[in-house]
Structures are given as C-alpha cells and as structure tokens.
C-alpha cells in the first residue's frame, strides 16, 4: 500500500486489534508488552475499564460542545484537578490536543504577554541544543533535531540556541562542579548579546526526552536560569509534554527542583494516550496583562477543550489519584532504574543508565571511556527497538543525541500501574535485545 507508515526501521507494520492493561495484541495474534507506552504516552495502560466507561458515558451525553459557546463540566473539573495537582501555582489552562500545540500557544502566550505590556520587541526565543518541542513551525523552529527539521530550513523562526544540560556529556573543558555555572553564565551571555529588550522567553525541557533518551537536568541549574531569566525579564517556559503528567514520580517534573515556571506545556499522560489532549499552563503574573488588555489568550482552536478528551483526562487523573501511582512511579521507578542498571552491566557499550520514575533512558557508546558513539550507520537503537518489538516487547529508541545525527539512547517509561511481573518481563527481554544487537554488531 503507498504511504503505508514504517517506523523505527520496521518495514512492515503488525496490524493492531487491541489492548489490554500493559498489553498490545495484533491481527496475528502476536502479544506486545508496552515498556514505554510508545513515546511515553499510555500511563494508565490500554483500555482500562474506568477510562473507557468515562468516555463513553460523556459521548451518550455530548462528544464535544464548543468553547465560545459552552462550558462543560468535564471541562471545569479537569481544569480544577490539573490546577491542584500543580500545586496552585498556575492560574489558567489553554486546552489543545497535541504537544506541539501546548508548545505553539505556549511561544504564543509569551509573545502575547509582552505585547500586551507594550514591550513588542520581545520577540525572540532561546532555547537548547539537543531539544524537541514539536512538528509546527513554532515549535520546530525551538527544537535542535537536525533529521527533523531539515526540511523546514529557511522557513523556521530565527531561534538561539545554548548548550544541552547533560552531566553525561558536557561542554568541552568544563567540570562537572562548574556546569550549572557555565550553563547559566552561557545563558546570561546570549540574552545580553541579543539584547534583553528583544527576548520573550527561554524553552527548555526539565528532562528531555527523544532529543537526548531522558537527561534530567544537574541539580541546581533550573533555579540558576530561572534567576537569569527574571534578572532580565524573560518567561521560563518549561516544556513537559513529555516528562510531566507524573512520569518522573511528581505531577510536574520540575517539583523535583522546586521551581514554578511561567509557562508551561502538557499533553502525553494527561489523557493518557485515550483521547488526544494536551495543555499550556499560566501563571497569574502572566495572565494578568493579557486579561486587562486583551480579555482573553489569543490561541486556541476548533477543538479546544474538546468535551469527551477532558473526560477522559479527568477519569485518567483520578484513578492516579486515588491508587497513588505516582508514590508507585516514585519508589519502583528508582527500583526499576536500579535493576535495569544491573541487568546491563555487562555489556561494556552500556554508558548511562538514568532518569526519574517511570522514565529511565539507556545510552549506548563505543567506548565507555571515550563516550564516543557509534556511528549513525549502525543505527544500534533502532536496531535494539527492532529486535525488542520482534521478541514482543515495545521500546522507544532515539537517535543523534550526541550532535544531531550520531547516539544511540532507548527510553523505558512503562504505564504508571504496570505490574512487578511486568516491569520484570520489560528488563529481561530489553536486556535480551540489547544483547543480540551488540553480538550482530
Ligand atoms: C518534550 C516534547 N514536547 C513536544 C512534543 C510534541 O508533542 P506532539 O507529538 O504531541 O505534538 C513532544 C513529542 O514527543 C515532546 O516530547
């Protein structure tokens, strides 16, 4: 068939027919286990019973209603419960239905903040190397993923770009004790160089996910940008699409820092992968020039608060709630990580072990040493992802994390309520993959 999808080197797809608790089964008959709910999104697993009934229950009622003319009370629960679970720290919530969307109107609500204040100079982003925030143009021109954005050259938004946080592989000549310094220093610089009358906002992902398979940030640095971004007004926008949600063991990845960005987008866990939803949180010292001057955040689309996806984010959120996954994501996760560490030990090609919670990366290099990778040819994650997903088991491998094309890293982030059983099952057949790869290398 043309345009039959393909991916991750799999030439030709199985054919799915359902889904069961951390299961996928195909036409064939064949199981799948989902060691990382494809790119991290199935939390809560496959057709869980209480999801399902949540959203048939509001389509009996009504599918959608749109937003300029109703409310709902989907709708206003959802808004309630994401607003708790942040802490109280956000004041508004704009619905959208994919990552990339929250990203946009994110970029977007910064640019509206600043207008609103009169500062409409502050137009420019920064944002980092090694980063993914989505597909439209906005947030494709703030990501750094060369294979990705190609293409596009040309047409992108004129974006800086400053070094990636990762304590695995740092900016050439700096130690280990003085990275958050240098990062924030290298920050500081890039502000004053563009001038600081002309930046609206520094995008970042507080543990990035496919652009570097999990790099949590080394502690301390989210507080030294958030002090450099409000030294000179510029919004911190922090982007958990993919590492938020409780993925990482707290609801937003950055409570583990203890700092309140401006902006912030969600999506992947917050429905859970049932219905497409996603979300761009705002502070109140954002929203409120925007509501004296405009009335009202100017983006939003069609489908916007979309009535059965809020449903089904808000039957996904209390069932976390109320079985206290994230103590679970929290606790077996740091387990989880542990075993996986030891399970791949012997393999010297394993680098890093990391993550938070149910999100843990693995990366593979040539030389443990050296930390130099393989060479992008070998394509050694897609081909560990192959071999997992053919021995039954799905994982999420990622490619060019070490400068856009080469390194190799695969992402583990199992459903929050996956069995122990089942997190045993991910290890070894993970570990099985990792070993027939590297014995064909
Ligand atoms: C951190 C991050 N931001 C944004 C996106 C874009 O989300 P979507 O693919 O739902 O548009 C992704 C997708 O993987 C992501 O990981």
């Known amino acids: 068939m043309k345009n039959r999808p393909s991916g991750f080197g799999i030439e030709k797809l199985p054919r799915i027919v359902r889904g069961q608790g951390s299961y996928l089964f195909d036409a064939a008959g064949k199981r799948y286990l989902d060691g990382s709910g494809g790119p991290a999104v199935f939390c809560l697993g496959h057709a869980h019973p209480e999801v399902n009934a949540a959203i048939t229950q509001q389509l009996h009622e009504i599918a959608y209603a749109y937003r300029y003319l109703f409310t709902s009370s989907a709708l206003e629960h959802l808004t309630e ?44 982003f920064i944002a980092r190397r090694r980063s993914w925030h989505g597909n439209t143009l906005g947030a494709l021109s703030i990501s750094d993923f060369a294979q990705r954005r190609r293409a596009f050259e040309g047409s992108l938004l004129d974006v800086t770009f400053v070094s990636a946080a990762n304590a695995y592989r740092m900016p050439d000549g700096v130690s280990a004790e003085d990275l958050v310094a240098h990062l924030a220093a290298e920050l500081e610089h890039a502000i004053v160089s563009l001038g ?114 809020c449903a089904a984010g808000l039957a996904v959120q209390n069932i976390i709630e109320r079985d206290r996954l994230l103590d679970r994501v929290r606790t077996v996760g740091a387990t989880l990580q542990e075993t996986i560490r030891h399970a791949l030990s012997r393999f010297d090609e394993v680098g890093d072990v990391r993550g938070r919670g149910f999100f843990i990366g693995i990366e593979l290099v040539r030389d443990r040493q050296t930390r130099l990778p393989f060479s992008p040819e070998r394509a050694l994650s897609f081909d560990i992802g192959a071999r997992a997903f053919a021995d039954g088991l799905i994982c999420y491998p990622c490619s060019g994390n070490v400068d856009g094309t080469a390194g190799d890293t695969i992402i583990i982030a199992p459903p929050y309520n996956a069995s122990d059983s089942e997190l045993e099952e991910i290890v070894t057949k993970f570990a099985r993959a990792v070993d027939a790869a590297l014995s064909s290398s």
């Open 81 to 124: 419960t994401v607003l708790r679970l942040c802490g109280g720290d956000f004041q508004d919530i704009v619905y959208t239905g994919s990552g990339s969307e929250a990203v946009e109107s994110a970029m977007k609500i910064a640019l509206q903040h600043f207008a609103a204040r009169g500062l409409r100079t502050k137009r420019h």
């Open 196 to 309: 600081p009358q002309c930046v609206a906002a520094f995008v970042f992902e507080p543990i990035v996910g496919a652009a570097g398979g999990v790099v949590p940030a080394p502690d301390g640095y989210v507080q030294a940008i958030q002090s450099v971004c409000r030294k000179y007004d510029v919004l911190l926008i922090a982007d958990e699409v993919m590492c938020g949600s409780g993925r990482s063991g707290t609801w937003r990845a950055l409570e583990h820092d203890q700092v309140v960005p401006d902006i912030m987008s969600i999506a992947k866990g917050l429905a859970g992968g049932y219905i497409p939803l996603a979300a761009t949180l705002v502070t109140a010292r954002v929203a409120a020039p925007i509501r004296s001057e405009h009335g009202a955040f100017m983006t939003g689309h069609t489908f916007t608060g979309h009535t059965a996806a």
